[in-house]
DNA sequence: ACGTGTGAAGCATTTCACAGCG
DNA sequence: CGCTGTGAAATGCTTCACACGT
């Protein structure tokens, strides 16, 4: 197996999204019992097709056997160290809310090297408790220190809309480097800084759009 | 003002994407009292280029005023008829946990004009409850019935991953041709049906891909 | 013989630059 | 004159087809 150093090849996004979407299948297959699989297997299980697969792969190395196929166990490690998932990362959550708690609910984070080591929350009565799920609770107040004491790199946003613009600003003021935002807000990062916005309203009006014109 | 009947032309997915959020972009510009915009105020706001904004428009028809500009309250009719939320739809909710719970809380859906007019469960003790928010909630078996009696056209799936791919093939055969799903589920759906999918994760890892190859 | 890895072709989307029109 | 609307150029992504290694 080879592994290339990439850092100044741009890989397309949709790579990026697709390589997590693979790991996802091969961690099916792998539960299966199967141990070499094909770019065509693969494709089957996640409706993509094999070329694709292939190509996806190469921006990072050469992770299969000519003629064989790709060693399951081997295939994994590659891809989520392509993705920078072969670690944990520390996330702090901001906003204790509904869409906080499903959040907190689902293992699907933890699961993929996420940990939520910190919550932030506006409402000081709320903060009172002090902690949720064995996770520390915080006023907005001590954001700055808790980022660096705790080392967080990425952060959460599941504030209401209006607050949202505030709790980009005072992550990023507090050295926090990516962002994801749930909320239906137009952020602006300073450059080095990462964001993205999680929108199902966007992907509703996607369907509806296409049941309107079908 | 010329609004193209589009039906055979193939739009590209990402240009409906930025017509949601264009139309969010108005919403508060609107607030804020303009009358008249430019395609470079749009991108100002939102974080496009105005070259972009025009030809997104340009797939549907003349919206503006050359050397003028646009009317916001014409531009945003012209952009929620584009996109088929000049009108309501009936959507369901299939799970009753965390995460539907959060979607429920919300009223980003209800504003652009998507109705939860359902609610399935699978646990008996809460479809007891009869109704949630003056939502009625019924068991998975009442999912045939209920669709079509109510006319629900799209399905919204917030259940465990396990159930994910029975809900939507429950969805399909009870008639809905939209599905928004919520899990990290491969689902493949038959032609004429649309799915989309939400996947946090997704996102968390392209952030710690850019993360770990800055 | 089989399935990967990869240049080249094909296709889609974005950006440019300017004509057109109020 | 200013800003839209739009063909044409540039860029980016996907698919094809075959050489390569086992």
């Known amino acids: 197996m080879v592994f290339k150093k990439v850092s100044r090849i741009k890989i397309p996004e949709a790579t990026i999204r697709r ?60 891809i989520k160290r392509a993705l920078g998932i072969d670690r944990s990362w520390n996330c702090a959550l901001v906003g204790a809310g509904n869409l906080g708690f499903a959040l907190l609910g689902t293992d699907s984070l933890a699961k993929r090297g996420f940990k939520i080591s910190a919550i932030f929350e506006r409402d000081p009565i709320l903060v009172e408790m002090g902690s949720f799920q064995d996770i520390p609770l ?18 959460i946003i599941a504030v209401s809309p209006e607050n949202a613009l505030k709790v980009a600003h005072s992550l990023i003021d507090a050295g926090v480097k990516g962002i994801l935002n749930f909320t239906p807000t137009t952020i602006k990062v300073p450059p080095g800084a990462i964001l993205k916005n999680v929108d199902f309203a966007i992907d509703l009006e996607g369907i509806a759009f296409q049941m309107s014109s079908d």
């Open 19 to 78: 390589l997590s979407l693979y790991d996802r299948c091969l961690e099916e297959l792998q539960r299966s019992g199967k141990r070499i699989v094909s770019s065509s297997d693969i494709a089957r299980k996640c409706g993509t097709n094999p070329a694709q697969i292939r190509k996806d792969f190469a921006y990072f190395g050469e992770f299969g056997v000519r003629g064989v196929g790709y060693y399951v166990e081997n295939l994994q490690k590659d």
């Open 138 to 155: 915080f006023g907005m107040d001590d954001m700055q220190r808790v980022v660096s004491e705790f080392g967080i790199k990425i952060g």
